[in-house]
């Protein structure tokens, strides 16, 4: 599994902007994907995640209603669709993914490199 983040950018406060993660390497079909980010001086931190097995994605309450969190139909991408953009949202935002069907905050094997995000004021 090799993932490749991309779309980053600079956008106003209340814009959007859509990430997506791109697999290049072994098929994940049953890989569970999840979004992170971390922002300047600030831990890591979980902001959504989709399981291979279907369902409903799971966010981080800050995000939720704004950020949404889908798979390709090849499977092999996963977006991450950011409306209502806030200052706070500025970080390096990173997809991760880790075997199996449940949707974690941890625990994830494989990382890409990040993109940036950054959201003016």
């Known amino acids: 599994v090799q993932l490749q983040a991309s779309g980053g950018g600079l956008v106003q406060t209340g814009g959007s902007l859509g990430l997506s993660c791109v697999n290049t390497?072994?098929?994940?079909?049953?890989?569970?994907m999840g979004w992170f980010r971390q922002a300047p001086g600030k831990e890591r931190e979980f902001v959504g995640g989709?399981?291979?097995?279907?369902?409903?994605?799971s966010y981080v309450d800050s995000i939720k209603g704004r950020f949404t969190i889908s798979r390709g139909n090849a499977r092999n991408t996963v977006d991450l669709q950011m409306n209502s953009l806030k200052p706070e949202d500025t970080a390096v935002y990173y997809c991760?993914?880790?075997?199996?069907?449940?949707?974690?905050?941890?625990?994830?094997?494989?990382w890409g490199q990040g993109t940036l995000v950054t959201v003016s004021s």
């Open positions: 991760a993914a880790r075997g199996g069907a449940t949707i974690t905050t941890r625990g994830y094997d494989y």
């Open positions: 390497g072994r098929p994940y079909r049953r890989y569970t």
């Open positions: 989709i399981s291979w097995s279907g369902g409903s994605p």
